[in-house]
């Protein structure tokens, strides 16, 4: 059964198995005890933070091992912000970091502090001018991904790096999705990660303060890991981690121009085989192994499923996937179609036969999803009645807003308009992003006695 949600959870790669259970039999004491398995356990310790250290592209002593890349992500803005508090409580983050970043910087906010959200374009990269424009006097930290976890887009890391240096405010990065592939650009200040995205084992993060950088970490001393990572290090786990990075780096430019070749030919057969679908993210400056598309009038909790029965694992941004029915705010910030979303990243050893058998499976499973919501067939030639009309979609979820939208629009001649009624917050953005795609005129929202009123204007 092929898996394709490696950008979620890399499966356990081969040399990390083995570090594994090397580390079992060999690390098992405390390391910070001076008799002979304490000193080779710190032995262990020490080789994995050099290990690791080289592959960041950092010293070993400024690097520490976390029990999750969420937490190096907490303890490294956290920290950071105690550290510059004389400096201010201004955090900057782009609009579609991870949701770690976006948590740590709502408590921020519950806290007194103040943040400032950089809007990305609809490929979901932010502008260095604009990452420019909101630094400020008071600035205590920037984060910024290397590359988006949903969508594959890699982010101008090296000219926000320089716009932050040159303004005397920390960078964080958070590289969990890329540093598998490839070292960070210099010029950022600190830097997290997740062993599990490479295929290390779970419950290892990573966290890189560089010298110089004003760190305080909060919550109760710790003598571990310099203060910055409370309790015992998983040391086995430490080291497959460790040990799993180095062999995933020395694999990575030829299996990344493998896989790119994979992704390409879904990012080219999706478009061909599945009509009225949106492939979203940059085309040309992204991760090599993941590609998103979203498929208009379908479910995409629906989808994913009809792909799981048909023996694929994939994952998905829509807002049918989550359990507060709004939209990925990843896609939410981009301004692109939320529903019928999927997410392919391949994970390495992907073969040629695993993506031809998912490009037949994909167009009968969309059709299968379209065909049970009672999505409209386009016929031509199709009479227009009144100019005007409005369809009541309130208590439906997205897509079927969407869906009555298309079944009427061609009742209304050219120059005439349909007001959508609903109060999915879905709708918001599926609405307009419908518009673009079949080439009407979104007009605008306005509130209504329930939800909202979407009007769209007929064009073609």
């Known amino acids: 059964m092929p898996y394709f949600d490696a950008a979620s959870s890399a499966p356990l790669h081969p040399v990390a198995r083995q570090a594994l259970l090397a580390a079992l039999d060999e690390g098992w004491a ?208 430490v ?50 192994h993941l590609v998103t598309f979203s498929c208009l009038y379908v479910d995409g909790e629906t989808l994913l499923h009809e792909l799981d029965r048909a023996g694929f694992s994939v994952s998905s941004g829509s807002s049918c996937t989550s359990s507060t029915l709004t939209p990925s705010h990843v896609l939410r910030a981009m301004g692109v179609l939320s529903e019928g979303n999927v997410r392919v990243s391949l994970p390495r050893g992907t073969t040629d036969e695993d993506v031809d058998r998912f490009l037949d499976v994909l167009p009968r499973a969309v059709a299968e999803v379209r065909k049970r919501l009672g999505a409209p067939v386009p016929s031509p030639g199709e009479a227009a009645g009144a100019a005007s009309l409005v369809v009541d979609a309130l208590g439906k979820r997205c ?14 001649p050219p120059g005439g308009t349909v007001t959508v009624l609903s109060d999915d917050d879905a709708a918001r953005l599926d609405i307009p992003a419908w518009c673009a795609m079949r080439e009407q005129e979104y007009v605008g929202e306005e509130p209504a006695d329930r939800g909202s009123a979407y009007t769209v204007r007929r064009l073609t």
């Open 239 to 288: 080291v497959a981690a460790a040990a799993s990075l180095r062999a995933v780096r020395a694999e990575a430019a030829a299996e990344a121009a493998r896989l790119r070749v994979l992704v390409d030919r879904i990012r080219t057969g999706v478009r061909g085989l599945v009509p009225d679908v949106e492939v979203v993210g940059d085309p040309v400056r992204r991760l090599p």
């Open 30 to 237: 405390d390391p910070a005890r001076l008799y002979r398995e304490g000193r080779r356990a710190r032995l262990l310790l020490d080789a994995a933070r050099e290990t690791a250290a080289e592959a960041v592209g950092c010293r070993p002593d400024e690097l520490t091992f976390t029990p999750s890349g969420t937490l190096a992500v907490h303890s490294g803005i956290s920290g950071a912000l105690a550290g510059r508090r004389r400096v201010g409580r201004h955090l900057v983050v782009s609009a579609v970091e991870h949701s770690s970043v976006l948590h740590t910087a709502a408590a921020h906010t519950a806290e007194g502090g103040e943040v400032t959200e950089v809007a990305v374009d609809r490929s979901g990269a932010v502008s260095a001018p604009e990452f420019a424009r909101v630094l400020r006097a008071d600035t205590a930290l920037a984060c910024l991904q290397s590359a988006n976890h949903e969508v594959g887009t890699e982010q101008p890391v090296a000219r926000v790096a320089e716009i932050c240096r040159a303004a005397g405010v920390p960078l964080l990065v958070d590289a969990a999705q890329s540093l598998g592939w490839g070292p960070v650009p210099e010029g950022w200040s600190l830097l997290a990660a997740s062993a599990h995205k490479w295929g290390g084992p779970s419950g290892v993060g990573l966290l890189a303060v560089r010298k110089g950088t004003r760190f305080a970490a909060r919550g109760p001393a710790d003598e571990r890991e310099s203060g910055r990572s409370a309790g015992f290090e998983n040391l086995p786990a």
């Open 399 to 412: 897509p079927v807003p969407v869906i009555e939208l298309a079944k009427v629009i061609g009742d209304v």
